[in-house]
């Protein structure tokens, strides 16, 4: 793994069919997919390696090094190797338990099943096992684990249509057709292996694992440096005290401590002595601080996994965190990258609403100005009586069946375009069931709307279309297929009926076909017009619908002229363009359609909430512009009040650089011209100053297609589009690939050093996902690599706003005040010595018994702190799903970062002044209440660390915000605990077994039964709680934070729920903008046409996915009887080259 070469670019690759003896010389890839992270023998060094990339962990093995010299060390060095070791372990456990996981589910995919003809016969080998050249043979609904060449299929023409839901979250299906040389071999799937294992665009497009660390994490290795830099500090101060006092007074216990005159130099007792300190002063940052972390952040996990309202009953489907190292950074993000299709969308069209001839069918709101008088039924109307209609199909508005009852022409009309202007094959299923097999969704929506309403498409053949029109079944003629392309936005079918009439039939987009309208559709065109705009400000996918009577002779010339065009070599496609322009004209409106590309439940909700928690949020797409921009409005991130949307669609970087430059002249011209002529966005870093975005007012959103972005993230360009797209409120990239997706993620996080998290379902989001600092998975309609891949994962995005605006901003408010309280304890804790320092002749003697110090934040302090760290919380979950607000002071950093450290330091400085000074001047010259003389060492002491475990247990009882049983349990039990231990360690029972290792015997006794002693106590804690009392008392009343005030609001208002200030969900009824969306590619019309996806039999047998099972040993014999013939087209030595362009 560590040695491995860089893989040189592979340009092609040398295949021999069925021959694993002849492939194996090229030493290409197997097929495991390995998504983990180590294996048994890398785990320990890489491990090791991530863990003592923590600053904390070296400098704790440094002080081990240092506890291990006898000269320097005044603690045992077991006080350190135990914690250390339990907390490598600890994470290394947890480290081993998700890579297992990454192993059981790699082994899931590599140990499905597969068919490869092995020796001449089929025998059954695990897809792990599969080579490159072996050939497969698929079944109906089979997984595929390999990059494939198709050979044959049962399909004609070597046809197969495949589903990539688990690629991209489509589940409209595909076409491929097998090479031409073999698509005879065989009536089965048969597929030849081209690309293995780490080979294949899946893994190829899924990028590496990476290290994940939390912006708490980088910044405790700042703040452990910085404290080690301290430390130094105090410790040379104390050396050079040590070194000066060795000099002046020392030479007084020369005598009496039996030094020879030679070992006596004060120089180097100093540098003994800032050792010393090293290890005394090391538990400013003991290491309990990273266990403590881990047990708090896997508590927050369990949250997570626990939390009922993150579970998707549909598919009974909790939510999972599937790291624990993360949780704080998910109340930090800034930037969300979400894919379209299965994460913000169901991927089901819905055939909502129509306008046919102007009137509007189908579910109107009831406020909606003129439509008032519509009777609006809860109940979906019954199709029953319509035995081939799909059951699933739902249409709440009676009055169009009750047209189509009545004969409305226009309907018929209407009704009968959409049952034959489509590229959608059917077929019946072996219970005789009318199956269609969709290309386009949009399509399958819109068919599927007039096989209810009585005009069933039933079949087709290259020349035929037959529909059966309430009860009748009617043949058209089929003459030309005008196919859809994405520059004509539409498509036609020109058919003869049964009376001999030849009709056109046309549907679109709206910009497009009512350019090509006869002006006497002037008044319809109008009311149509508006239809639309209603339509589009709902989020509906629209297409236009009309069609033309065409005269026979001039269809005939027309027709003559196609068929001559299609026989040029030069300017081919120019011409059939115009010819296609030429009959597309002096069209009839019939109307419009309204389909809804499903969003997932509560989307348009959640991407309003992160919004208000100045979340910005980028939709990646490979979706087409149009289909992209539609869903941008459905879900309210477009809106028709934006001042401008920007799309940049240039093919080159010349184009592309000169369209964001107009872009930003047109956001920030009125903003440079006020700057003095000084140009204000041309700064030599990519960082952008955040009060420049400020100065922009109003909303953009900026849109750009994959090939612009292709040009637009070359280095010279990136820039101006960071400038742009961060300034946006809405970004869409439309048309990308995986790679793309990534850069994007990349380009955010590196250049403006914001939290960023990308969320996806197919396996084209894994290197998005494994490239934001948090990567979430949404377990979708099919496939789990992105949840493979992912740090968390749930069935639905609308449960993203819970994981951030609860969880995320709890865990980063919980880790926050865990580690402003921890750091505070510790300096207040061992300060102390330092103090100390002064009146022991800096003799790295230790204030407090080694005992106190071992057991002080692993048994006194430990639980009151993971308590707070795990439990606490400043206002309620559905407070902080009502104020997103509540969400900004995460992405400011504002609850702990080095200002707020110093705070904490400054905090811990001044306690423990109090703590040693309060009880030094009480005891100085003091004596107790039986005249004898308290100002003993041990005295002392006992005072101070009972001084201080009542302060830090006052203090956390202050930091609380919300108080449970565990809080008063482990508060109040850990002061117990304290002075049960202490009782114990000082009794004589103990001290009679280990003399050595109790010392201060009876001490606990004589101490704390005298009043004096509990007044010191007492004052010490006043003394260092009150003014933290105080200024936080002022703090509240003088300058309350949002948090602040909400939470007196809960209290005041138990019982009243308090109104939410989500944005409400707005219709723009007064849109203007085309809402044309059409998911559908170019091709689909010739293919038609040329009947190469038809069956030359139509027998009632199975879909195009359920073929039919012929048997495998005359598939075999079939193989082995052509092998010589066909492959020998290939080479003469057999041999297949497949060239890659990468």
């Known amino acids: 793994m560590f040695c491995s070469k860089k893989k040189s670019l592979e340009v092609e690759r040398i295949v021999k069919a069925n021959d694993r003896e002849y492939n194996e010389k090229f030493q290409y890839a197997d097929n495991r997919i390995h998504t983990s992270k180590y294996n048994i023998l890398t785990f320990l060094p890489i491990n090791l390696f991530e863990q003592f990339q923590r600053v904390a962990n070296a400098y704790f093995l440094f002080l081990l090094i240092l506890q291990l010299i006898p000269e320097i060390s005044s ?50 080998e695990k897809w792990m096992n599969v080579k490159v050249g072996d050939i497969i043979k698929l079944e109906n609904n089979q997984f595929v684990a390999a990059d494939l060449l198709l050979l044959s299929s049962s399909e004609p023409h070597g046809l197969c249509y495949i589903e990539t839901a688990e690629l991209d979250g489509e589940t409209n299906l595909k076409v491929r ?24 665009k899946l893994m190829q497009n899924s990028g590496k694992t990476k290290f994940k660390r939390t912006s708490i994490d ?32 020392g030479d007084q216990f020369r005598t009496f401590l039996f030094w020879n005159e030679g070992e006596k130099n004060s120089v180097f007792s100093g540098f003994l002595t800032f050792w010393s300190y090293i290890i005394i002063l090391n538990t400013v940052v003991p290491i309990s601080l990273y266990v403590s972390m881990e047990v708090i952040r896997l508590g927050h996990s369990y949250f997570i996994n626990w939390d009922r309202k993150m579970y998707y009953s549909g598919k009974s489907t909790p939510a999972e965190a599937r790291t624990t190292t993360l949780n704080e950074e998910l109340g930090q993000i800034e930037y969300v990258f979400s894919d379209k299709t299965g994460t913000l969308t169901q991927n089901i069209m819905t055939f909502k609403k129509c306008s046919i001839n102007g ?51 226009k309907v018929y009309e209407f009704l009968r375009l959409l049952a034959l202007c489509h590229t959608v094959m059917s077929e019946e299923n072996s219970a005789g069931q009318l199956i269609y097999q969709v290309q386009s969704p ?47 936005k539409r498509m036609s079918v020109i058919v003869r009926n049964p009376e001999g009439q030849i009709k056109l039939y046309s549907k679109g987009a709206d910009t497009i076909l009512f350019e090509k309208l006869h002006p006497s559709n002037e008044d319809l065109l109008t009311l149509t017009t508006d239809h639309l705009s209603e339509f589009a400000g709902e989020g509906l996918r629209t297409l236009a619908i009309a069609y033309r009577d065409l005269d026979d002779n001039y269809f005939k010339e027309w027709h003559k002229m196609l068929e001559d065009a299609n026989t040029l070599k030069d300017e081919r496609d120019e011409r059939i363009a115009g010819l296609y322009e030429e009959i597309e004209r002096d069209l009839m409106l019939l109307g419009a359609t309204a389909v809804e590309d499903k969003l997932q439940e509560g989307v348009t909700e959640t991407i309003a909430s992160l919004s208000l928690a100045n979340i910005k949020i980028w939709v990646l797409t490979g979706d087409k512009q149009e289909t992209a921009i539609n869903i941008g409005y459905a879900c309210n991130m477009l809106t028709d009040d934006m001042n401008d949307v920007f799309i940049v669609a240039g093919n080159t970087a010349v184009e592309v650089r000169e369209e964001l430059r107009k872009a930003k002249e047109n956001l920030f011209g009125q903003n440079r011209s006020s700057s003095n002529g000084h140009v204000v966005f041309e700064k030599q870093q990519l960082e952008l100053d955040s009060v420049v975005e400020e100065t922009i007012t109003g909303d953009y959103a900026l849109i750009i297609n994959g090939h612009s972005l292709a040009h637009a993230l070359e280095s010279d360009v990136k820039n101006d589009l960071l400038e742009l797209a961060c300034m946006c409120k809405t970004v869409v990239c439309c048309r990308v690939t995986p790679l793309q997706k990534a850069q994007v993620v990349e380009l955010v996080r590196n250049y403006r050093n914001a939290v960023t998290l990308a969320i996806g379902d197919g396996a084209n989001d894994v290197s998005m996902i494994k490239s934001a600092h948090i990567g979430v998975g949404i377990s979708g309609q099919e496939g789990l690599q992105a949840v493979l891949a992912s740090d968390y994962s749930f069935a639905q995005f609308r449960y993203l706003q819970r994981l951030l605006l609860v969880h995320g901003r709890w865990s980063y408010f919980r880790m926050c005040k865990f580690l402003g309280y921890f750091f505070y304890k510790n300096f207040a804790f061992t300060l102390v010595h330092f103090w100390f320092g002064f009146f022991c002749g800096f003799s790295a003697q230790t204030v407090y018994d080694q005992w106190f110090i071992t057991l002080f934040n692993i048994v006194y302090t430990s639980l009151p702190v993971l308590a707070m760290g795990i439990f606490d919380q400043d206002v309620s979950d559905q407070n902080s799903m009502d104020y997103p607000q509540l969400y900004k002071p995460g992405q400011l950093n504002l609850l702990f970062n080095k200002h707020q450290f110093f705070i904490c330091m400054a905090h811990g400085i001044y306690t423990s002044l109090a703590l040693f000074f309060i009880p030094y001047g009480a005891f100085y010259n003091a004596a107790g209440e039986d005249g004898q003389h308290i100002a003993d060492y041990q005295s002392f002491a006992v005072t101070m660390a009972t001084s ?54 009876g001490n606990v006794r004589h101490s704390l039964t005298q009043k004096c002693i509990w007044l010191v106590i007492l004052l010490t804690t006043v003394a260092s709680v009150v003014p933290v009392v105080i200024v936080r008392f002022l703090k509240m009343d003088l300058c309350p934070t949002l948090s602040d005030q909400i939470r007196q609001r809960q209290k005041a208002q138990k019982k009243t729920r308090p109104l939410r200030s989500r944005r409400p969900q707005t219709r723009r009824s007064s849109s203007r903008r085309s809402g044309y969306a059409f998911a559908h590619q170019e091709g689909y019309g010739e293919l038609i046409t040329s009947g190469k996806n038809m069956r030359a039999k139509n027998p009632p047998l199975t879909s195009g996915l359920e073929k039919t099972l012929y048997n495998s040993t005359s598939w075999i014999e079939n193989f082995c009887k052509k092998t010589t013939d066909t492959v020998s087209c290939f080479s003469q030595d057999k041999t297949v080259k497949l060239y890659t362009y990468l």
Not at 189 to 196: E, G, Q, T, V
Not at 234 to 246: D, K, P
Not at 376 to 392: C, G, H, I, W, Y
Request: with cysteine; charged share 20%.
């Open 218 to 249: 980088k910044l405790l290795n700042t703040l452990v440096l910085w404290i080690f830099g301290f430390l130094v500090c105090l410790g040379i101060i104390l050396a050079i005290g040590n070194s000066i006092w060795e000099n002046q007074v």
């Open 948 to 1001: 201080l475990v009542i302060v830090v247990s006052v203090q956390i009882a202050l930091d609380t915000s919300y108080w449970t049983v565990i809080n008063h349990v482990f508060i109040w039990g850990s002061v117990a605990t304290y002075f049960s231990i202490l009782f114990m360690m000082h009794s004589n029972g103990i001290f009679g077994i280990f003399p050595n290792q109790f010392p201060f015997v």
């Open 75 to 124: 603690l045992t060095w077991f006080t350190t190797i135990v914690p250390l070791v339990l907390v490598i372990t600890m994470t290394a456990v947890k480290d081993a338990t998700d890579d297992y996981f990454r192993h059981k589910s790699d082994n899931q995919v590599n140990n499905r099943l597969s068919e490869v003809l092995i020796d001449s016969k089929l025998q059954n």
């Open 359 to 409: 009137k509007i069918y189908g579910e109107v709101p009831e406020d909606m100005g003129q439509k008032t008088d519509i009777p609006k039924k809860n109940e979906p109307m019954d199709f029953s009586v319509n035995l081939q209609a799909d059951r699933t199909f739902q249409f709440f508005d009676h009055r169009l069946m009750e047209s189509v009852k009545l004969g409305d022409s």
């Open 177 to 200: 057709h097998a090479l031409s040389v073999t698509s005879e071999l065989g009536a089965d799937f048969s597929r030849l292996a081209k690309f293995d294992g780490p080979d294949t």
């Open 442 to 488: 949009d399509e399958g929506a819109l068919v599927t709307a007039a096989r209810n309403f009585g005009f069933i498409f039933k079949s087709r053949t290259p020349d035929t279309i037959t529909v059966e029109e309430l009860g009748t079944l009617v043949t058209y003629q089929l003459l030309a297929f005008l196919d859809f392309n994405n520059i004509r």
